[in-house]
């Protein structure tokens, strides 16, 4: 048997004592890492209202995690409010870097200042890494990806990783299109718990009503929730034998809800949860029918893969890497802000659910999605790109 290596990953978004759901599936990439391997985390988060310059936390367990909360400046000054927070931010992992041994090899999760920090250390102290990226900011439609420093560093770092891996092979694409390469790449798709998501055995009547479920962050202009709450009016007026069950919360929580209700859906026809996690996920995926999303742009959402491991079908609009997973045997895509297409398709769908084959949708997702595969994965990656 090999002997396990030592994994450090430096995580952009990793769940905090803030926020219990950001980035939750870096922190299942990690803990499928760690069945093979001795996996720490750091994660440095800048607060506007810590009580104190910063503060430290450390939780030992499958994975070790390593928190660095920092209190952020809000100098009226840009330039310079920038420049403290990416000081604080540099020595938060400084901090952390003396809590633990040398390890084999540093994971970097979501570009560009991890990366510089990993360019630098492997420089230094020659300590190959590896890049994991999950932003869609590369995507055609999100102008997140800007500035000439920023885009020089992302390429250099990423040239220089030992492998880089994305959710999907399209953004790879996107990423190369923005000069951004790495010659050996791996997608790596995010992990599903599957204690969690896995499928109820079901008898579908024709006088049952019909469950369609929506989850996001409820951020409007990529996830466009508004243009789906017109497509749910539309097919209200073509059948009632359905429910929609909004789960998530976010920035535009209450601007979709007013929307809901200007149209005559909020609690008759479209129910809003607020934010679930664990558990009580599960339970609604695996209780739905149909999972929906008309995003104008998207990587690929991990609430695609849970919905596959419960066996529930899903209908998208095709952007971002969807098309990859999504086909006729589990789903539908329609064209992107196409709300007439989406109306007609998921009004099909509602009406012949026996061609969506429950057990062969989760067998087939529980194969690329489940903590063992992504294991099996994340070793053959880091035996190839550790050195002494």
């Keep these: 048997m090999k002997k396990p290596l030592h994994i450090l990953y430096l995580a952009r978004w990793y769940p905090h004592k803030f926020d219990a759901m950001y980035g939750l599936f870096v922190k299942r990439h990690a803990e499928a890492a760690a069945m093979k391997h001795h996996v720490s985390v750091f994660y440095v988060h800048g607060c506007d209202d810590l009580p104190k310059n910063h503060e430290v936390e450390v939780f030992k367990g499958l994975v070790n995690e390593y928190y660095y909360y920092y209190h952020k400046s809000n100098s009226k000054i840009k330039f310079l409010s920038s420049l403290i927070n990416n000081w604080r931010f540099i020595k938060g992992h400084w901090v952390l ?24 250390v492997n420089k230094w102290k020659h300590i190959p890494y590896v890049i994991t990226e999950h932003w869609s900011r590369y995507q ?24 880089l891996t994305t959710v999907t092979h399209q953004l790879k694409l996107s990423m190369e299109k923005h000069g951004i390469i790495n010659k050996n790449h791996h997608v790596l798709h995010n992990v599903v718990d599957t204690k969690v998501f896995f499928p109820e055995n079901r ?12 989850v996001s962050c409820f951020d409007d202009e990529p996830k466009n929730i508004s243009g789906l709450m017109d497509c749910i009016k539309s097919l209200h007026e073509l059948r009632q034998d359905f429910v929609v069950e909004m789960i998530g919360t976010g920035k535009d929580y209450e601007k979709i809800v007013n929307k809901c209700k200007s149209l005559g859906l909020y609690n008759s026809t479209v129910f809003f949860t607020g934010q679930l996690e664990g558990a009580a996920l599960g339970q609604k995926v695996r209780g739905a029918d149909i999972l929906m999303l008309f995003s104008n742009y998207e990587n690929m ?10 066996g529930v079908p899903v209908i998208s609009t095709n952007v971002g890497g969807i098309r990859e997973i999504v086909n006729d045997s589990n789903g539908i895509l329609v064209p992107k802000g196409d709300q007439l297409a989406f109306t007609k398709q998921l009004n099909i769908m509602l009406d012949s659910p026996q061609h969506y084959v429950q057990k062969d949708i989760s067998n087939k997702a529980f194969q690329l999605f489940s903590m063992l595969a992504i294991s099996e994965q994340l070793d053959k990656i880091y035996s190839q790109n550790t050195y002494t």
Excluded: Q, W
Aim: net charge positive.
């Design 301 to 310: 959402p991990v609430v695609i893969n849970e919905a596959f491991c419960c």
């Design 203 to 214: 008898t579908y009547r024709e006088t049952d009503i019909k469950k369609l479920i929506h």
């Design 97 to 120: 870097r003396k809590m633990i041994s040398r390890p084999n090899l540093i994971h970097i999760h979501i570009l560009t200042r991890l990366g510089v920090i990993a360019y630098l």
């Design 140 to 163: 055609e439609g999100n102008k997140g990806y800007e500035g000439f420093f920023r885009k020089f560093l992302t390429r250099l770092v990423t040239a220089n990783a030992g492998a």
